[in-house]
């Protein structure tokens, strides 16, 4: 499945934004879809993710209650609403996907191998 992450944009603290992953060539159906994010001279890390087929959503904890996953089912199309912007939030924001993960390594970036181009989201102080 290839995927396109859009969204991205400056914001200043405390402010808001909305990424979208669409899916082109196939359906999320069957796959665990996720955003990682990596900010400069770090390593990518997990940040909330989707079981398509059952809706369950998993979450970093350093993001728990201010970012919200959904998914549009019809559009092949998840959601990454992100509400309380911080500074550190700041990143290359990636959604990637995979129909062979299991559940215990669903936040590990090496199980996943189709990366799309990333949207970067800028917080400022």
């Known amino acids: 499945v290839q995927l396109q992450a859009s969204g991205g944009g400056l914001v200043q603290a405390g402010g808001s934004l909305r990424l979208s992953c669409a899916a082109s060539?196939?359906?999320?159906?069957?796959?665990?879809v996720v955003w990682f994010r990596q900010a400069s001279g770090t390593e990518r890390e997990f940040v909330a993710g989707?079981?398509?087929?059952?809706?369950?959503?998993f979450y970093a904890d350093s993001v728990k209650g201010r970012f919200t996953v959904s998914r549009d089912v019809a559009k092949s199309t998840l959601f990454l609403q992100m509400n309380s912007l911080k500074p550190e939030d700041t990143a290359l924001y990636y959604c990637?996907?995979?129909?062979?993960?299991?559940?215990?390594?669903?936040?590990?970036?090496?199980?996943?191998?189709?990366w799309g181009q990333g949207t970067l989201v800028t917080v400022s102080s």
């Open positions: 990637t996907a995979s129909n062979r993960v299991i559940l215990s390594s669903l936040r590990v970036s090496s199980q996943y191998h189709n």
């Open positions: 989707i079981r398509w087929s059952s809706g369950h959503t």
């Open positions: 060539g196939r359906t999320f159906s069957g796959y665990t």
